[in-house]
C-alpha cells in the first residue's frame, strides 16, 4: 500500500513573477537601522548578536535580506538628534565601525561598498553590497 502524496500548494503567480523578478533585479534597501537597535540592545558588538541567525527583536537579519532579495543595503549610523557636538561625533563614529565589524564579522555574506563597482562585484559574488549613510 502506498501512502498519499500531498501536493505542496502552489504559490500566487504574482509571488513566483516577484520571485523571478528580483533573482535578476535585486533590491537596493536605502536605510536599515540595524546598527541602532544592536546598540539599543546593548548588542553594540557585533560578536554579541549572530545575524547569520533570526534576531527576533529587529527585522533584520541575514536569512531574511537574502529572502527579500536584498542586494545593497545603505547601513544607516543614526543617532539622536539630542546628541550634539563631540557626542554626536563619537556616536556616529561608533556606529560606522559597528557597521564594519558587522561586515568583517560576515565576510561570506557581506561586503563594503565605497563605490558602484564595488556594490556591482559584491553583488556577482552573492554578497549583499553594504553601505553606510549618515
Known amino acids: 500500500m502506498t501512502e498519499a502524496v500531498t501536493p505542496a500548494p502552489q504559490e500566487p503567480a504574482s509571488l513566483a513573477a516577484a520571485r523571478a523578478l528580483l533573482s535578476s533585479t535585486p533590491v537596493f534597501d536605502g ?16 560578536g554579541l548578536v549572530d545575524i547569520a541567525a533570526p534576531v527576533p527583536y529587529t527585522h533584520t537579519d541575514l536569512p531574511r535580506l537574502a529572502a527579500g532579495g536584498v542586494g545593497a543595503q545603505f547601513w544607516s549610523v543614526y543617532v539622536p538628534a539630542e546628541l550634539d557636538g563631540d557626542a554626536a561625533v563619537a556616536t556616529t563614529l561608533e556606529q560606522v565601525d559597528l557597521v564594519h565589524r558587522l561586515i568583517t564579522r560576515h565576510p561570506g555574506s557581506l561586503g563594503i561598498a565605497l563605490t558602484a563597482a564595488d556594490a556591482e562585484r559584491i553583488m556577482a559574488a552573492g ?5 553606510i549613510g549618515a
Open 31 to 46: 536605510h536599515n537601522d540595524l546598527p541602532w537597535a544592536l546598540r539599543q540592545a546593548g548588542h553594540a558588538d557585533p
Open 127 to 131: 554578497k549583499v553590497a553594504s553601505l
